[in-house]
């Protein structure tokens, strides 16, 4: 899979990538309740975007841009484990990494987010990026599977994507067992299965992430939910960068 990343070509090497789409993956480094690692955003980033570059060679060019592993995650601070950058400082680091790839001769730049608090700041850097002369898409893989996941019953089980809940939980076990110890203590309180992007946004001042740092129950995941949910993400992804490919 290293053929796909940025990283891994030469200077002549890229430009075979150039009238593709390169994603760039939009992590975070924060933590994931008692029994995920702080890297799981960055991690599903990176392997969703990468598996969506194999799938889709040789028919469509895309590349992965390194993946940005710090995102906007002030409110995982009081639980310790974050290493979060300010929302302005954000869009800035987005920007100027859109720049440099369009200077560079990428001619549409896919960001892929995989943590809530970068959804706003990565759909604002898009719109900037367009004034600029720049052809830039974005999307949380949640959203453009979101209806596949739901007929697939991801919604049965806790929120999409909640944090740390069943679902990430299955998607690690699935990708990175190694990273999962254990179960967090069970939560029985119903977890609010609306869409995120349809829920009405309240942020109180002082208020982390769910309680202990999770929000939905994480009893019934399993490496098998996660394999299904992975093929899912990474068919609905590929599915909207070749959409936005035939845009431009
Ligand atoms: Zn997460």
């Not at 992590?27 to 890297?39: F, I, K, N, R």
């Not at 599903?44 to 194999?54: G, I």
């Not at 809530?116 to 600029?132: I, M, P, S, T, Y």
């Amino acid at each position: 899979m290293d053929k796909f990343r940025f990283i891994a070509q030469n200077r002549g090497e890229l430009d075979g990538f150039k009238e593709g789409v390169i994603i760039i993956p939009v992590g975070a480094t924060e933590q994931h309740g008692p029994h995920l690692s702080v890297g799981v955003d960055s991690l599903l980033a990176e392997t969703v975007a990468l598996h969506v570059a194999k799938d889709l060679s040789p028919r469509l060019p895309v590349l992965v841009a390194p993946t940005l592993p710090y995102g906007y995650s002030h409110h995982h601070l009081s639980f310790g484990g974050a290493i979060s950058l300010r929302s302005e400082t954000l869009i800035a680091v987005l920007k100027d990494i859109g720049m440099s790839l369009a200077a560079s001769g990428f001619k549409r730049l896919f960001f892929l987010n995989s943590h809530g608090g970068n959804e706003e700041a990565v759909r604002l850097v898009v719109r900037d990026l367009a004034r600029e002369g720049v052809s830039a898409a974005a999307a949380s893989y949640w959203t453009v599977a979101w209806d596949a996941l739901t007929e697939a019953g991801a919604l049965d089980w806790g929120r999409v994507p909640g944090h740390a809940g069943s679902f990430e939980t299955s998607l690690m076990l699935h990708l990175a067992a190694e990273l999962v110890h254990g179960r967090p203590p069970l939560r029985e309180d119903a977890p609010s299965i609306a869409d995120p992007a349809r829920r009405l946004f309240v942020q109180l001042p002082g208020q982390g992430v769910g309680k202990d740092g999770y929000t939905d129950d994480a009893r019934f995941a399993s490496a098998g939910k996660g394999e299904l949910y992975f093929q899912i993400i990474v068919s609905q992804v590929a599915k909207a960068v070749v959409e936005f490919y035939r845009q431009i």
